[in-house]
């Protein structure tokens, strides 16, 4: 069986931005004889191993979350590379993510990946890294989760003075409307003959 250490690690990289709670650590060992105690040592001692100078992440516990961070003095070195990437071009999916937020902003990961009809978590990530979008306060839904809007990064990049220079977009329940109507006029032409 691999170690309780790394077991939390691989579970604490898996949650992302998000974290875990200490409820929600314990649950993931029901069967395994591990107590509240034993898994705050336990994280404890990873939040001290992390803060070592040859990590460049560190464990911290905000709002009763444990989650992974990449450390400050990364920074200098994530916006070379950021700005080195910044001009890539874009996947089909960051642009449709994109589009969603500047259509429907300020907006919620959640509502986002209603409308997406799959996840967006690493769309959000490389959105914010990029500068394109970023968090704009939270939503009072439960959980109060963040709210995301484009930035003036996202204006310059698609040369835009303001969002209503947007193109309009269509329609599609008129569009199902006027289909629906066509063929029922269809099916009453057939069935009269």
């Known amino acids: 069986m691999p170690s309780l250490h790394a077991i939390l690690e691989g579970l604490l990289y898996l949650s992302g931005d998000e974290g875990l709670s200490i ?13 509240e105690e034993e898994l705050l040592k336990a994280l404890d001692a990873m939040m001290e191993e992390y803060l070592q100078a040859d990590h460049g992440i560190e464990l911290v516990c905000y709002g009763g979350n444990y989650k992974f961070v990449s450390k400050e003095m ?12 910044k001009m890539a071009t874009l996947s089909n999916a960051a642009l449709e993510t994109l589009a969603i937020i500047a259509y429907k902003q300020p907006i919620t990961r959640v509502e986002i990946e209603e409308i997406r009809g799959v996840g967006c978590d690493m769309m ?9 979008i970023k968090e704009c306060g939270r939503s009072d839904a439960p959980g109060r989760p963040f709210l995301y809007e484009v930035t003036k990064e996202f204006m310059d990049t698609f ?3 303001s969002l209503k220079e947007l193109p309009d977009l269509p329609d599609f329940k008129e569009q199902v409307d006027e289909e629906l109507f066509d063929e029922e006029i269809i099916n009453s032409e ?4």
């Open 74 to 85: 990364l920074h200098p070195y994530a916006e070379k590379l950021f700005a080195a990437t």
């Open 124 to 132: 959000i990530r490389k959105l914010l890294a990029r500068s394109l």
């Open 23 to 35: 409820k929600q650590l314990l649950s993931c060992f029901e069967t395994e004889a591990v107590n």
């Open 190 to 193: 057939t069935d009269t003959k």
């Open 159 to 161: 040369q835009l003075e």
